[in-house]
């Protein structure tokens, strides 16, 4: 079917001669696997939810523009294929529907926040796929929310694909978990092809944080400063991360802000990393001219930390201040209840 926000009708047939004028009408009433094709710009007002509960769609054509909309609701399936969309820092919550950005959509300017899950609610599993766009924070999980299920989240093709990795004050951040919720199942964080990140966390962010089941982090390709099998500052348990191809500066198997108890396992089957390695968590350091790094926090693993390196992997120094590879957490000690593992 078709729809023209200017020249369109809802009493006509929906066709391409006769468009309807509502994009939610449209939605609304198209069969399960039908096509709304957007003619010229639409504007989605902030009070606009889209989609039918385990229906799917695909929205096509000229612009979406999410300009006005602050907070936005996906309540069903929707895929966005070869359209262009507009957005001024919008937050948007799949609300545990599948949600599919192709790499064939265009963006102008960026999501805030895009949510697998919801704000506040209950979902059940979620995935969100991101070919293309720009998005502050990923988040497999929801805001304050529970996931009964697992999270699934895939950030590939040309995603944040115009950032700087090497900036360590840029703000782009993948999470397999929520922001300050819990998932009672597994996360699931792919990246590969062209896509960019800052950081990525197989947990959740927060302290409020809690992945009840095991993070597992698949790195195919892309470009990313660091990533880390556990959370920011959230729980975790169990955290698994393997990287078989793209670029990373370093690699944490456990949490940033925070200990943890349980396992970590770091596999390096391939790629390039330019500066570190550690089987457990993040500590912050000075540096001293003569001494090295004086840390002043203390995280590690309550468990087993491994860490194994593959024949292809490509370990190169940086020329950065600290380069390392480490079973363990990056500390001025060795704890006794981390039991870590170099293969």
Known sequence: VFVDA????NSGEGDETSPWKSLKYAVDRIADGGTVTVVGDYALANTNKLGVKGKTVTITGGTLDLTDVEVF????NIILDDITV?????????????LTVSATVKTDGYISEIY??????????????????????????????TVLGNTNVYVCGSVNSSIDVSDHGISERVFGGSNNGCVLGDTNVTIADDAKSSVVYGGGNGADSIVKGSTNVTVNGGSVMGYYGGSYAGTV??????MNDGYVEQIFGGC???????DTNITVNGGKVTRRIYGGCYNEADYAI????????????NGNTTVTI???ANYTHSGSQECAISAGSRNDINHTEENATLK
Not at 6 to 9: S, T
Not at 237 to 242: A, E, K, P, W
């Open 116 to 145: 697998g899950g919801s704000n506040g609610g209950m979902v059940k599993d979620t995935t969100l796929t991101l070919l293309a766009g720009n998005y502050t924070h990923i988040y497999g999980g929801g805001k304050n929310d």
């Open 290 to 301: 003569f001494s090295g790094p004086d840390y002043f926090t203390d995280y590690f693993v």
């Open 237 to 242: 348990y169990n955290c698994n991360l393997v």
């Open 310 to 312: 593959g024949a292809n």
């Open 86 to 98: 507009i957005s001024n820092g919008t937050v948007i919550f799949a609300n545990g529907n599948e």
């Open 73 to 76: 609701n996906v309540v069903g």
């Open 6 to 9: 200017v020249n369109g009708n």
């Open 256 to 262: 940033q802000n925070t200990s943890m108890t349980g």
